[in-house]
């Protein structure tokens, strides 16, 4: 008896199954793909380790998922590592976004706690520099006072004062100086001056009234 069509049968059946078994496991790790997903960061404003001009008055960052804002933590340090007590983020989906206080220009950090859809945790940052505050933006305690701002104009570097102060027609302290000097040299010359020529001239009178006598006198 020819067996030769059983075995082939056979063969083509285990094929199918060997063809079934492979397109599961590729389902079954299609399906799998996203739940094993975590969260990544895609973008944030102000970018990360950007400087700007002028500080913004909040900061925000888009996530590859939608965030769970009962876990979601951030924190926000000056350039002098003191946390600051901003006010709390607000969230839109994928993205939170923190209002901001600052202390003074330099670098700030916005640290971040986020949990993923399968509940793996991603800890991140991100860093910007600042080289400016606007008024409603410090902290209370760091807006800078009247006084302190008229002694940083004060202290203002000589050089700069100077080349103001010459190109204004105006004159630096030296100047100032030098001519007072001069006005003094000035007047004490003059004063002695009219001190000697009255001496001279009593002299000159003492001598004259002293001829005239002699001369009456023979």
Do not use: C
């Not at 389902?27 to 997903?37: E, H, K």
């Not at 888009?62 to 607000?90: K, N, R, Y």
């Not at 027609?169 to 004063?191: K, P």
């Amino acid at each position: 008896m020819d067996r030769t069509p059983v075995l082939r049968s056979r063969a083509r059946r285990a094929a199918a199954l060997a063809l079934a078994a492979a397109g599961g496991g590729l389902l079954t790790l299609g399906l799998a793909a996203p739940v094993s997903a975590h969260a990544a960061l895609t973008g944030t404003d102000p970018e990360d380790g950007a400087t700007v001009a002028v500080a913004p008055a909040e900061v925000s960052a888009t996530f590859s998922e939608i965030l769970d804002e009962a876990s979601t933590e951030i924190a926000v340090t000056d350039p002098h590592g003191a946390v600051l007590d901003v006010a709390d983020p607000s969230y839109d989906a994928d993205t939170f976004v923190q209002p901001m206080l600052y202390t003074t220009p330099g670098e700030y950090t916005v640290a971040f706690r986020v949990i993923s859809e399968d509940g793996h945790r991603v800890d991140d940052t991100i860093t910007f520099t600042v080289e400016s505050i606007p008024e409603g933006l410090y902290a209370p305690g760091a807006e800078p006072t009247a006084e302190a701002t008229t002694g940083a104009e004060a202290t203002a570097d000589p050089t700069t004062q100077e080349e103001t102060s010459r190109a204004t027609g105006g004159q630096t302290r030296d100047e100032e100086d030098s001519n007072t000097g001069a006005a003094l040299a000035a007047i004490l010359l003059g004063f002695l001056v009219v001190v000697v020529g009255g001496v001279v001239l009593v002299k000159t009178l003492g001598r004259k009234q002293k001829d005239e006598g002699g001369e009456a006198g023979e």
